[in-house]
């Protein structure tokens, strides 16, 4: 029989597009997805926590990370550095869980080379104005590294035509919905192949 193996979802858009907000409501619907906690160089803002938004690392402790191959995929971003722990995902997706990974879009084409069975998943904002908005509204950023983010916003975007979806996030519920229809649909699809790779197999053993 076909050994069940999780499915790896990767989250990717702009800086303040809205995919941690997305994804926490998104969580609260659906209890089975595990989220992969990444590493960052970047001060903690107000509000976060360590080991709960991301693990905060000295550059020297993220270059560690990467001279052992611990990381999936890092990339440097506006001059932080983030990445995701390796063991964790490879562990979840070997146990059968799904993972769920909100990373930018250098590493999630990291991803897609090593990992292509994943699926991957694009948040566009309504407009770049509204995009700009929500970067200040949110209040966490200086105007100059606001400006730096939506330089690389306008990069970002044009590399949606590699994800599988794109998602509009203008309202978080149909945003959210999205997603969710997005994860109910490739369980469908990896149920399927199951079914008829076990089948064959039943067929081949008679
Ligand atoms: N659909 C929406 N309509 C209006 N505001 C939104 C919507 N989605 C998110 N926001 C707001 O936009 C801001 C940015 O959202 P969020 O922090 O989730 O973005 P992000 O893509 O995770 O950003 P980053 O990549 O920088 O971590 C937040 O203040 C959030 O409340
Ligand atoms: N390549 C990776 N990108 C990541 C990871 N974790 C978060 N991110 C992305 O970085 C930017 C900036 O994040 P912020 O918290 O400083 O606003 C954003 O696009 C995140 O999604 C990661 O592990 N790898």
Avoid at 37 to 46: A, F, K, Q, V, W
Avoid at 61 to 85: C, H, Q, R, W
Avoid at 190 to 206: D, F
Wanted: hydrophobic share 35%.
């Amino acid at each position: 029989m076909i050994e069940e193996k999780g499915i790896l979802f990767v989250l990717s858009g702009p800086s303040g597009v809205g995919k941690g907000t997305v994804r926490k409501a998104l969580f609260e619907q659906d209890t089975n997805l595990q989220y992969s906690i990444s590493m960052t160089t970047r001060n903690i803002r107000e509000g976060e926590k360590d080991g709960v938004d991301y693990f905060y690392r000295t550059h020297e402790e993220f270059k560690e990370m990467i001279d052992t191959n611990s990381l999936l995929e890092y990339a440097e971003y506006v001059g932080n550095f983030y990445g995701t722990p390796r063991q964790y995902v490879e562990e979840m997706i070997e146990a059968g869980h799904d993972v769920f990974l909100e990373i930018e879009v250098q590493g999630a084409m990291q991803v897609k080379k090593n990992f292509p069975q994943g699926v991957f998943v694009f948040l566009i904002p309504p407009s770049l104005e509204e995009l700009k908005n929500r970067i200040q509204d949110r209040g966490t950023e200086t105007e100059d590294l606001i400006a730096s983010r939506l330089q690389e916003a306008r990069k970002e975007i044009e590399m949606m035509e590699a994800y599988d979806y794109v998602v509009v996030n203008d309202s978080i519920d149909n945003a959210v919905q999205k997603v969710q229809a997005i994860v109910q649909s490739e369980h469908c699809k990896k149920e399927r192949v199951a079914k008829q790779y076990n089948k064959a197999l039943l067929e081949v053993e008679k």
